[in-house]
């Protein structure tokens, strides 16, 4: 169980969720506006943030943007919005994954649980679950360093996000094998049922701007059409 940080200015919503996952048996801490929000995070370091988007003081975005420059830790946006640009935008600004309003309660447990669960096994071993400290991932000019945490282009370090650092590792891994949207979710984000395939196509693009010489023709991170992806060495 982790500790939780639940920002959200519904006095109702925010009951409720602080509520549920006490129930999970999580140490719960809450702010009703953005500023409260920030000053917690960086006073008690949470394992996970649940963030809305939509704050009074600060907005809900500029929490996410400050807090992800400082810890790497998982933060789960809230949005009442479902529009393709507006949740690429919140993912853009690190979130890790995000749930639209109305959702379910059982969906938003699921998905803290599911995070907290991969962030405690990545610190360990990395998706393919008996990573070795020295192991190291090659594929042509790329290389990723399990042990240490690195990623390297050309012998130049690449800065990846965290779910970027381990989804390139699980493709890396399975390379020449196609991988579907849901397995990626239930591998990389621990989620143990049909998630939100934006999430892993948005993570996708990153890793393609980053590691790719040409995004937009990608050599190493492949589409497979109406199925997923596929890493080529």
Known sequence: MGRVLVVEDDATLLDAVAYNLERDGHQVSTAADGVAGLSLAREERPDLIVLDLMLPRMSGADVCRLVRNEQPVPIIIL????????????????????????FSMRELRARVNALLRRDEMSREAGPRGDALPGDVLRAGDIELDVGRHIVLKNGTEVALRPREFL???YLMRHAGQVLS?????ERVWGYTYAGESRTVDVHVRWLREKIEDDPPNPVHIQTVRGFGYRFVP
């Open 79 to 102: 949005t009442a919005r479902d529009s393709e640009q507006d949740i690429i935008g919140g993912l853009e600004l690190g979130a890790d994954d995000y749930v639209t309003k109305p």
């Open 167 to 169: 989804l390139l590792e």
């Open 181 to 185: 949207r849901d397995v990626i979710l």
